[in-house]
């Protein structure tokens, strides 16, 4: 078993924020159920190095990439997606 971490990297669309809550409570809810951890958020107050500024910085921890896969690949997020696309201006997320 070797350990995978999501790093995600997001500018909040203001506008939406009902979008947001409903996004982050369902994600949740498939981190939970494969035993993910988060491991720290960050807010982001501004860049020190080029233009681009998130809002925040968050790591989730696996237990393995098969658990990250679980989520990412089930039903359930990919009826998430249209909301995530709301909540957020920009999202990209690595996997290390």
Known sequence: MSIVNLIIVAKINPAEKEALGLYLK???ELYEQVG????H??????A???EYTP???SIM???DRKALDKVFESTAYQ????L???AFSKVESYIS
């Open 26 to 28: 369902g994600v949740a």
């Open 36 to 39: 993910a951890q988060s491991v």
């Open 41 to 46: 958020k960050y807010k982001i107050s501004e």
């Open 48 to 50: 020190s190095i080029g």
């Open 55 to 57: 809002s925040i910085v």
């Open 61 to 63: 921890q696996f237990s």
């Open 79 to 82: 009826a998430l997606i249209p």
């Open 84 to 86: 995530r696309d709301k």
